[in-house]
């Protein structure tokens, strides 16, 4: 498990602001749903150590087999075990120091019955046999599994993906993100002629006699189990050394073998990804593992230190610039956005999906950040406020807890210009690349809840941000300044706001750039002209009585 944070939480988040702005409809959830979801007390006794994930593919069937042996730490006296595997995939047989254990399966989660004695503070090890059909991929990313697909020349081309849907889709291991692995090797078998890409490092290949082929890869740092991937496919390999805050870091692409030359081109926003990104938010988090860009045939995802590519070689998303302004086709977005998620998803990880925000709208964030580094500010700016097109503001941020449930979509394109308005009220660029650092390090490996991180934010910058992330984190209400001018006087006010919300606002007022701080209450300023402008990096809206 990845280390406690250290920082004291030390302003309470208020959460009576539930009941408003909520038009969210409460979602049915099913006691499958409170198993998958909740740090259950078959959970909670132990903490993973190490996996060994030892699986063999076979594309011609899409059929898969193996075997994970998990290592543990008794934390607590208990002796069931609770492992995840979704149907159809079934588990076989486990194993604890050569004793066959019993297994009470409850849908997707299976308890298992230790015969040993579980020692505090010793680790142990069990090994889960499996096999099955696993899920096919719908639409990977969002509905993953398994896509089984054939590349241009008829070639076997397989990849994994699993956000939300849960790793527990293909491999058996404990399916709740609060505990991640320390670290974990990969071994792969798959058909001769074709190569896998897992996370981490390659530690060794082997051929066996049976036409098939073994890769072993070693992640030497904890990873979140949706992080975890398989990549099979007729891959070539080029490399380079980036030289980064840390020291030399390889940086290693695999792709198609008819996509190579497109790719030596398309990929050169890879170094320079990672030199904005060190800027913004420190080092590179897994150094030891390197960073892999690997193409597979879906659109991408944020699969830690094997970042895996399928933009079709486009600036843009798919080629469209997603914020309008011009600045999106700059840049490959699943480049950037994909490996922005190294620092906020893979580094500091949520320990529930309802914080998902934590992932998306930070790395949404970066997106402009990466604008800002090589096209300035303003065009940075131009970026994130071009993607609030995108915000439908119809249901919360923040998600169920406890159900694996995520909140809205609008964790992206919100939750990007809810940072980008926290930089303006910091006024102290900075100081705000400084916080940005410090959540990556404070938080390095970490897995995280959103409270932490609005604490963090809370401390560093000195302003009590508790009702700012409750407004737009926690309802869907958009603050708005509400105005009238009349006879040489500016009267303001903000409403569609949680009690206590008296974020200060900067206007421009007689030509001149001025800081209003308004609450729910009516205040007056005299000024000469009959209109005034609200700066557009607030995410507020206005309304001219
Ligand atoms: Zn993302």
Redesign the pocket.
């Given at each position: 498990m990845k280390k406690l944070t250290l920082v004291l939480v030390l302003i309470s988040i208020s959460v009576n602001c539930f009941s408003q702005g909520l038009l969210q409809e409460k979602s049915n959830f099913t006691h499958q749903d409170t198993l998958r979801g909740t740090i259950t007390p078959e959970r909670s006794w132990w903490d993973l150590t190490y996996y060994h994930l030892d699986v063999n593919i076979n594309p011609e069937d899409k059929f898969i087999s193996g075997k994970t042996s998990v290592y543990y730490r008794v934390l607590k006296d208990n002796k069931e075990l609770q492992i995840d595997l979704q149907e159809p995939m079934k588990i076989n047989s486990v194993i604890q120091n050569g004793k066959t254990l019993a297994v009470r399966h409850d849908g997707n989660a299976h308890f298992i019955s230790l015969k040993d004695d579980q020692e505090i503070g010793k680790v142990y090890s069990v090994d889960v046999f499996y096999e099955g059909y696993p899920k096919e991929a719908v639409r990977a990313p969002w509905d993953g599994g398994f896509s089984w697909k054939k590349d241009d020349n008829n070639k076997h081309f397989v990849a994994t993906s699993c956000q939300g849907l849960g790793a527990s889709v293909w491999w058996p291991n404990k399916d709740h993100m609060y505990d991640e692995v320390d670290s974990m090797l990969i071994s792969v078998t798959n058909p001769k002629g074709l190569s896998n890409i897992s996370n981490g490092k390659l530690r060794s290949k082997t051929e066996n006699n049976d036409d098939t082929v073994t890769s072993h890869w070693f992640v030497n740092n904890p990873i979140n189990n949706y992080g975890v991937n398989v990549n099979i496919g007729d891959y070539v390999h080029f490399s380079e050394v980036y030289e980064g805050e840390k020291g030399p870091l390889d940086l290693d692409y695999y792709v198609l073998s008819y996509n190579l030359e497109k790719a030596k081109e398309h990929f050169k926003d890879t170094p320079k990804m990672m030199k904005a990104f060190e800027h913004w938010f420190g080092p590179y988090p897994f150094y030891e593992d390197g960073f892999k860009l690997v193409e597979v045939p879906y659109l991408g995802m944020?699969h830690q230190s094997s970042v895996t590519y399928g933009n079709q070689y486009k600036k843009g998303y798919l080629g469209r610039d997603i914020s309008g302004s011009g600045w999106g086709l700059k840049f490959d977005y699943i480049i950037i956005?994909?490996a922005?998620?190294e620092w906020f998803?893979n580094n500091i990880t949520y320990k529930d999906i309802a914080d998902m925000w934590v992932?998306?709208g930070f790395?949404?964030y970066s997106e402009n950040l990466f604008v800002e580094y090589y096209y300035g500010k303003q065009a940075g700016s131009e970026y994130v406020i071009g993607q609030r097109k995108g915000i439908s503001n119809k249901r919360t941020i923040i998600g169920e807890y406890n159900v694996n449930k995520g909140g809205s979509g609008d964790m992206?394109s919100k939750g990007a210009n809810i940072l980008h308005t926290l930089r303006q009220l910091i006024e102290d660029d900075e100081k705000w690349r400084q916080i940005l650092r410090g959540l990556n390090s404070v938080f390095y490996h970490q897995t995280v809840t959103t409270e932490q991180v609005e604490n963090y934010i809370s401390q560093q910058t000195g302003i009590d941000l508790t009702e700012f992330f409750n407004q737009y984190l926690r309802t869907t209400m958009i603050p708005t300044f509400e105005y009238e001018i009349q006879n040489g006087k500016l009267k303001y006010r903000w409403t569609n706001i949680v009690n206590n919300f008296d974020m200060p606002i900067e206007v421009t007022i007689d030509s001149k750039k001025q800081w209003l701080f308004p609450n729910s209450e009516w205040k007056t300023l005299a000024i000469k002209s009959d209109g005034i402008e609200i700066d557009k990096d607030f995410y507020v809206y206005s309304k001219e009585l």
């Open positions: 944020e956005h994909e922005g998620h998803a992932h998306e790395t949404t992206y």
